[in-house]
């Protein structure tokens, strides 16, 4: 029995580790296919409940369908565009508040004065600027007047724009403009000639000779220069005066040429005297004076005015203290006939 039961026990203890590894192994098999069913009903599961949503949406907009402009919108409007429309309208009501605001000038000032701090730390900076044909305006103000600054740079510079505001100037008849690349400036003006002096309505203003004003006011430096006056006389006295200047008698004695109507002149002379020229035959009538200047001494006599508009006749007005002597003396000469007749 001893021999038996030991032997039972042996088998016992020889088959007890397979039979735990049969039973763990049966034991995994079951773990996998519940979990395997698990996944198959999870996977089944989101895919009903998928299928169920497409149905619900599929039946809501068959049941409310969208305006025919809003589907035709849907369909060839571009994707993403919405988000382009957003960005834009942001920009647009950037700007709008920009301008509306008044900082239009100071925002372009901002975005070209960064471009042109790019530009001059990558080696395009203004190093050295040549102007040639100035003569009134310093180099300060044509820089001034071409709006170009410290802060220029050679490759942003706008070389039609620079010639145009220079231009603009009255001073500046022509101007070129050159950039020479990586930092130097070339200007080439040709500059407007002070031709003369201009009064009208009481203002004084340097102009050139094809009428141009070059400046509202009269520095010491134009003084020398002749006057004309009157309404017109600006684009009229480039060839009035060039007439005048062939009678050298007669200009040189001439404090201001005034236009009178636009349509003829007056010379007033240094010492007072006003000469009424007529509409017509100018030149003749510059030719007389100047020989009743040189035969009878005309300029010197005591009188105030010469009146010339007659083509027949000449018209002399004298001063009160010669007209005065001159009423006294007829007097006298009447005296003397009525006592020589008595």
């Known amino acids: 029995m001893d021999g038996a039961g030991s032997l039972t026990r042996s088998l016992f203890r020889s088959l007890r580790p397979q039979a735990d590894l049969k039973a763990a192994a049966i034991g995994a098999v079951v773990l996998l296919r519940e979990w395997v069913q698990d996944k198959r009903a999870a996977v089944r599961t989101a895919a009903e409940d998928k299928a169920k949503s497409r149905s619900r949406a599929k039946a809501v907009v068959e049941r409310e369908p ?24 942001l920009i ?13 000038q100071d925002f372009t000032t901002a ?3 960064a471009r042109n701090a790019l530009a001059n730390s990558a080696g395009f900076r203004i190093t050295s600027v040549v102007i040639n044909g100035r003569k009134q305006l310093t180099q300060d103000e044509i820089l ?45 003006l040709t500059e407007r000639k002070a031709f003369a002096l201009w009064q009208e309505a009481g203002r004084l203003s340097v102009i050139a ?6 400046e509202p006011y009269v520095s010491r430096r134009f003084l020398t220069l002749p006057l004309v006056v009157g309404k017109g006389a600006e684009t009229q006295a480039r060839d009035f005066l060039a007439l005048l200047a062939r009678y050298p008698q007669v200009n040189s004695i001439t404090k201001a040429a005034i236009f009178v109507g636009e349509r003829r002149w007056n010379l007033r002379l240094k010492d007072g005297l006003d000469i009424r020229l007529p509409e017509q035959d100018v030149g003749n009538a510059l030719a007389m004076l100047s020989k009743l200047d040189r035969e009878d001494r005309l300029f010197s006599r005591d009188i105030v005015a010469v009146d010339m508009r007659l083509p027949d006749r000449l018209v002399v007005q004298l001063s009160e203290d010669a007209a005065k002597a001159r009423e006294e003396l007829f007097k006298d000469k009447k005296k003397k006939k009525a006592g020589d007749s008595a």
């Open 66 to 89: 969208p305006p025919r402009m809003v589907a035709l919108v849907e369909r060839y409007l571009p994707h993403r565009v919405g988000l382009s429309m957003t960005v834009l309208l």
């Open 92 to 104: 647009g009501s950037c700007g709008f508040g920009i301008v509306k605001g008044g900082h239009l």
């Open 111 to 113: 975005v070209g004065d």
């Open 144 to 188: 001034a007047i071409g709006g170009i600054s410290g802060r220029s740079s050679l490759l942003f510079l706008d070389a039609d724009a620079v010639r145009d505001k220079l231009k603009a100037n009255p001073w500046i008849a022509d101007a070129t403009v050159l950039k020479l690349y990586p930092g130097r400036l070339m200007i080439e």
């Open 209 to 214: 000779d094809d009428g141009a004003v070059l």
